[in-house]
């Protein structure tokens, strides 16, 4: 199996998804990665990573315990998710420029979230619910097996996507399909993923009917609602 990666996530911040992705897919659906309510433990301190042992009980739980962007951004009075994805970008690693950060937004997801004892997703990774929700949108498109990579497609590596359904999480950042028709990629400083597929396959599986999100337009972009924000 080659090391190079065979699609990459867009090398800048400002590069549209679809431009990015016209030679290979049709559509780019930017998918949410589930906040958690799990009361049988602690949270964790605000900017460390949630412990292995709560993703894990998370997973076992499954959906239940999902609480989604759209029900955080009118818990914190947010007109949408382009806010929760804003705050959330002064968390973990706080890649964004000042001139598009809100530390008052940030603060007060922050402060909801310890009140409704709510785990704040971590970057670069897919949540144990994604997993779940990958596990049962392979299912719907016929991949009983994919390709999956650590960041920039390092350590490509097969993997049966049953797996996905396994208590234990896993590192894969990036996955594919061998016939490439579906390529799924979240950046090490995001919250969110997307899941970039041919047109043929998105007929066969919508990701809409799986993920919490939207379908990328023209202009979509890592900037998707920040910079229009006040």
Same mark, same amino acid.
């Given at each position: 199996m080659s090391?190079?990666?065979i699609?990459t996530?867009?090398?800048?911040?400002?590069?549209p998804?679809?431009?990015w992705?016209?030679?290979?897919?049709?559509s780019?659906f930017v998918a949410t990665n589930?906040?958690?309510?799990?009361?049988e433990f602690?949270?964790?301190?605000q900017?460390?990573?949630v412990?292995t042992?709560?993703e894990?009980?998370a997973?076992?739980r499954?959906?239940e315990?999902g609480v989604?962007?759209k029900?955080?951004?009118?818990?914190?009075?947010?007109?949408?998710?382009s806010?929760?994805?804003?705050?959330?970008?002064?968390t973990?690693?706080?890649?964004?420029?000042?001139k598009?950060?809100s +530390?008052?937004?940030?603060?007060?997801?922050?402060?909801?979230?310890?009140?409704?004892?709510?785990f704040?997703?971590d970057e670069?990774?897919?949540?144990?619910?994604?997993?779940l929700?990958?596990?049962s949108?392979?299912?719907?498109l016929?991949?009983?097996e994919?390709?999956?990579?650590?960041?920039?497609?390092?350590? +490509?590596?097969t993997?049966?996507?049953?797996?996905?359904l396994? +208590?234990?999480?896993?590192?894969?950042p990036e996955i594919?399909?061998?016939?490439?028709?579906i390529f799924?990629?979240?950046?090490?400083?995001?919250?969110?993923?997307?899941i970039?597929?041919?047109?043929g396959?998105?007929?066969?599986?919508?990701p809409?009917?799986?993920?919490?999100?939207?379908?990328?337009?023209?202009?979509t972009n890592?900037f998707?609602?920040?910079?229009d924000?006040?």
């Amino acid at each position: 199996m080659s090391n190079q990666p065979i699609f990459t996530y867009p090398a800048n911040d400002e590069d549209p998804y679809l431009g990015w992705y016209k030679d290979d897919f049709s559509s780019v659906f930017v998918a949410t990665n589930p906040f958690r309510k799990v009361p049988e433990f602690p949270l964790n301190p605000q900017g460390e990573w949630v412990p292995t042992e709560v993703e894990t009980f998370a997973k076992k739980r499954g959906h239940e315990i999902g609480v989604a962007w759209k029900e955080i951004a009118d818990l914190c009075g947010f007109p949408s998710i382009s806010y929760v994805n804003r705050a959330l970008r002064l968390t973990g690693s706080k890649r964004i420029d000042k001139k598009f950060a809100s +530390p008052s937004d940030t603060a007060k997801m922050q402060r909801l979230c310890c009140k409704h004892n709510l785990f704040i997703p971590d970057e670069g990774c897919l949540s144990p619910l994604s997993e779940l929700s990958m596990a049962s949108f392979l299912k719907a498109l016929e991949h009983d097996e994919v390709i999956v990579a650590d960041h920039f497609g390092t350590s +490509p590596r097969t993997m049966k996507s049953d797996e996905f359904l396994q +208590p234990e999480t896993f590192s894969t950042p990036e996955i594919h399909s061998d016939d490439r028709s579906i390529f799924v990629v979240i950046y090490t400083d995001y919250h969110y993923f997307l899941i970039c597929q041919t047109e043929g396959s998105v007929l066969k599986a919508n990701p809409a009917d799986f993920f919490e999100g939207f379908f990328a337009n023209d202009e979509t972009n890592d900037f998707w609602g920040i910079g229009d924000l006040s």
